[in-house]
């Protein structure tokens, strides 16, 4: 069991930077393949990045490549998102997610055992 946090979301003008932060609490995250995730009103949730254990590998989705850049802070079992350009159809809320068991389906949200609350990013035009 795993609780996950996140923060840093909020209002931002298009073309601004925001960053976001998952603060893991429990024990063994650096056991745990972790990505972000998010959903926009009235849309089915998407993946946006993940991250494995020692940051061997990083995934990107399409729609983000090139702005965002995930990254995670073991020895603080700390995970981030950093977003740079960001556009309105970014708006949504984002989540952070646990894997326990990464099976090499990065993409889809059944895969991740630990979710958090989510945090609201808003980019407006």
């Known amino acids: 069991q795993v609780q996950l946090v996140e923060s840093g979301g909020g209002l931002v003008q298009a073309g601004g930077s925001l960053r976001l932060s998952c603060a893991a609490s429990?024990?063994?995250?650096?056991?745990?393949?972790m990505g972000w995730f998010r959903q926009a009103p009235g849309k089915e949730r998407e993946f946006v990045a993940a991250i494995t254990r020692s940051s061997g590998s990083i995934y990107y989705a399409d729609s983000v490549k090139g702005r965002f850049t995930i990254s995670r802070d073991n020895a603080k079992r700390m995970l981030y998102l950093q977003m740079n350009s960001l556009k309105p159809e970014d708006t949504a809320v984002y989540y952070c997610?646990?894997?326990?068991?990464?099976?090499?389906?990065?993409?889809?949200?059944?895969?991740?055992?630990?979710w958090g609350q989510g945090t609201q990013v808003t980019v407006s035009s």
């Open positions: 429990g024990r063994s995250f650096d056991s745990y393949f």
């Open positions: 997610a646990a894997d326990r068991n990464y099976s090499g389906f990065y993409g889809l949200s059944n895969e991740y055992d630990y």
